[in-house]
């Protein structure tokens, strides 16, 4: 999986940009990939371990039914921030036919700046949600609440920064409409 894509139109950011636009993208990347990877792995052992013991013994242990719950959003979010470094959200792209590469540029730009205000701010709102939920408990573990809101302002935040680096994919592509763009043959 490449953070950014390669494409005979998109021209590296140069400079002290692109090392770091690059690294930014690839730990985005990495940590969205651990932990979707993560998540699953550990929701698929802790149900399996509930299925086996509840067969041998017919009693649950309880805990693992609280996994999903706390595992699930950190699954969705990872999901999330991968699909927007893949340029692989539904887009709406009408507008993009009518406007030309300067157009293009200035629409996505200013998409972008959008983009990274609104889900700054989400995570930052989101901090408020995590006192809210902070004495609400799972009854078997104990854990709080607030690791599984946790993951939306995590997801916020890398989405934010996937913005933010697609801000600056935009700026030194030659043709904007590359940056970020779905290549189907990388899925097969």
Do not use: C
């Amino acid at each position: 999986m490449t953070a950014a894509h390669s494409s005979p139109h998109v021209v590296e950011p140069a400079g002290f940009a692109a090392p770091v636009v690059k690294w930014v993208d690839s730990a985005i990347v990495a940590a969205s990939v651990a932990i979707a990877v993560g998540s699953l792995v550990a929701m698929f052992v802790s149900l399996m371990a509930e299925v086996i013991v509840r067969y041998l013994t017919n009693q649950g242990m309880g805990w693992p039914t609280e996994m999903p719950n706390i595992l699930f959003p950190w699954l969705v979010m990872s999901g999330i921030v991968l699909a927007a470094q893949r340029g692989q959200h539904i887009a709406v792209t009408a507008l993009n036919t009518l406007l030309g590469r300067k157009g293009n540029r200035v629409l996505l730009l200013g998409q972008q700046v959008l983009v990274a205000a609104t889900f700054f701010y989400l995570a930052w709102v989101g901090l408020d949600v995590i006192e809210i939920t902070g004495t609400e408990e799972f009854p078997v573990t104990g854990i709080s609440a607030r690791w599984a809101y946790l993951a939306l302002i995590a997801g916020f935040v890398g989405l934010g920064i996937t913005a933010m680096t697609t801000f600056v994919h935009l700026l030194m592509a030659s043709d904007p409409l590359s940056v970020r763009a779905h290549n189907i043959e990388e899925d097969v």
